[in-house]
């Protein structure tokens, strides 16, 4: 369905990423892994419209949606849950949840309005208690919570998440990946933009490698996952080979720690 | 009694409209960040349109006020396109401030050009006959102001809270990136509050015109009065901005009363002063700041041209022949007169740029400094016939005096404050200016000022007068680059950059702030004396508040952050006027969209625009490797 095609895009001071070929398929997650500044988020940001490619073609659905503006991109199925986050803290649950469908203000009564956040928070149980409290104090996990479900809001086809296990403790890390894969389980199609990788692929169907603004490796997600070069330069366990053996003992200490954060599948 | 209720109520119909201001400057504020200061101009904007609507097409009050209302927007609706917007995604956020208080001089001088200079007055929307109640009057037109306020209010507080676009405006107040995601446009939402605050003040201008006479430049003291009332009550804050409005009015007309109507402006300020240093967010929390170190790196350092060192001294060389032998080649007295009072503020000029265009302060009291240091020479040299080169010295220590408790009070406060604060300090000025009149000679200025002069030396004609102070800019530039040259420019640099990381390097930030504060309030009495003694007369708006304005419009119109740069502004808004006198009438006028396009399309300034343009040229000519382009650009 999203279908993104030798795309070079960047700021100000020049193109960050270059050639990026991507698929996402109906119902499939999708991930992005790459270390930090590696561009994924310039590559998600360019799919849903807050950045211009140079060059490039991105098709959605067949319709070429590269130069159409954010708001057209929302309305036709396409929703960006940013890294960080990024709630509207001074304003309430529901306001923010109203927000989410913005773009669909002049098509929704307010009944299918109530009946959308409704349906919504059926996956966020803790949202419906607290709808009239102001966002900004809620805790990390809550307000990652809310921002996902935000955007639902918008009834989406594909959820694009940046980041969503970022400074999460482990436990919500697990819970919200198991979110996520009950989404695409619903039908959802999910492109995941993810450093915790192990995690991220454990869930994914396929990923995507990104090096330094480029893909260097596209693989379906149980490839990567037993890749001894990804495992080496994602996957955080290759360190344990270069500890000496008198290290052992923490090295097997780390490796339980790292563990510890991917879930069960 | 009954004098202290009526004096209260007309606090309070003043507070009403300072109250309507703010809440203007807070709904931009809430969604952009910025202090609008071009709000005070749609105020009178607003009120002059409704006057000619009324007395013009005869049109009745209620539907003439409707249509100045409805004129404004559009109007506010295009400066909001072409220049507020844009400027939002091009300008440094701490210059935003500056770029409005351009737009603030637009209006003026386009309503000035429209018109003129006389005061106009709307006729009361409900008759002349006051309303009596319990022994005191009230004119009937206080309920249309009241009850505007209260309207608007609520109206505001209901679009804000129960509508689609009103939870837009919040949404991009509180993220704009994330306020894009969910498909909302920001530049329209920031259209709309800039829209919407525009129409809020001409809604404020139409309803006091009755009971105030307005006319072009009142727009300038709303401005800043909204602006007081909004830092009183907590920027950002919708019922702060009531309070602080109403707070602000009745100070302002119980010191009128009470004390006299000279001071008043001086007491309205110190308690905003006073405010400021107390609970510097205002008195209600918006719960949220935003960071407030103004002036950040990106825009300045990218307008940042500098000749390459080669170059530089065979130009400083043609410079310095051309300067010598100018007066020659002038053909009349006026153009010299002219050149003279552009060398004057460009001495000024060198102080606010170490203290804005190097440390990165913002200051907007920077004539402050010039009133103090003309009245004091002036004044001793009247009064008491001391020599000028005396008067000066002692002019420049009140002025250093005044400078360091005003650094030391101010320390804590960044951007948008500490401009405030600075601005507070010109208007307390400007007020005791005026209301010293044993000193300053009062409204009508200080008459009788002798010539400069040192021994027998004197510099009465304007050509002596010129090579004075061509004199004092050399040795001034010559110590001035020396100076930032050393530890001491790139101390300051550092603080311009980030004054945290300054002062994690170890730099002893608020020492070197107080001493570029210093430095630029020398520099400014400075050339204060020297007006004073150049013009033989000295009136309070010759060193006002509006001077201060054009000071930072000349170095921005120049080129900050070089220490030529804003000789260019300082002549060419100097000069122009001098040249063509026909055209003097649009001086206000072209100070703004000057202004206003170099924001936007030449940060660098004249002197960056001249020495850039150079350089294709030269380009384009010789044929220079590329290479040692890029070289000199470093250098």
Redesign the interface.
Known sequence: MLNVQKITAGYAAGPVIWDINLVVNPGEIVTLIGANGAGKSTIVKTISGLLRPVSGAITYNGKSIESIATSERVRMGISHVPEGRQVFAGLSVAENLRLGAYVHRHALTEEELQARIKKVCERFPILLNRMDEIVGNFSGGQQQMLAIARGLMANPNLLILDEPSLGLSPLLVSEIFALIKALRDQGLAILLSEQNARSALAISDRGYVIESGRVSISAPAHELINSSEIIDRYLGVGGVTKISSDNKKMAAQIRDLIWSESIET | MVEAVQIGLGGILQGCTYALLALGFSLVFRVTGVINLAQGGFCILGALLAHSFQAEFGWPILLAAAGGIAVTAMVAAVLGALVFVPGLSRVAHGNMLMLTAGLLALLTGAILLIWGSQPYALPPFSGDQPAVLFGITLPTQGFWIIGSMVSIVLALWWLLHKT?IG??L??C???P?????????VPGMTLLSFILAAMIGATAGIVIAPITSLQFDTGSLFSIMGFIAVAIGGVGSFPGAVAGGLLLGLANQFATAYVSSLFSSALSVGLLLAILIWRPSGLFNV??TRRQDVREEARVQKGLIRIARQAAWIWGGLGLVLAFTLPLWLPGGSLLSSLNITGILFIALIGLNILSGYAGQVSLGQAGFMAIGGYTAGWLAVQYNVAPILGVLAGTLISLICAVILALITMRLRGLYLALATLAFGLMIDSLAVGLDDITGGPSGLTGIPSFSIGGLDFSSPLRMYYLILGIILVSLFLMAGALRSDFGRALQAIRTDQTAAAALGINVPMYKLAAFAISAVFASLAGSLYAFDFNYLSPEMVGTTRSFELVTMMVIGGEGILLGPLLGSGLLTMLPTMFEALSVYKTFANGALLAFFFLYLPEGMFGGLVRAFRVIKNRVGHRPKRSLLHEGRV
């Open positions: 689609n939870r837009a919040r949404a107040s509180e993220n990136a994330a306020a894009a995601l969910m498909g909302i446009s719960g949220k």
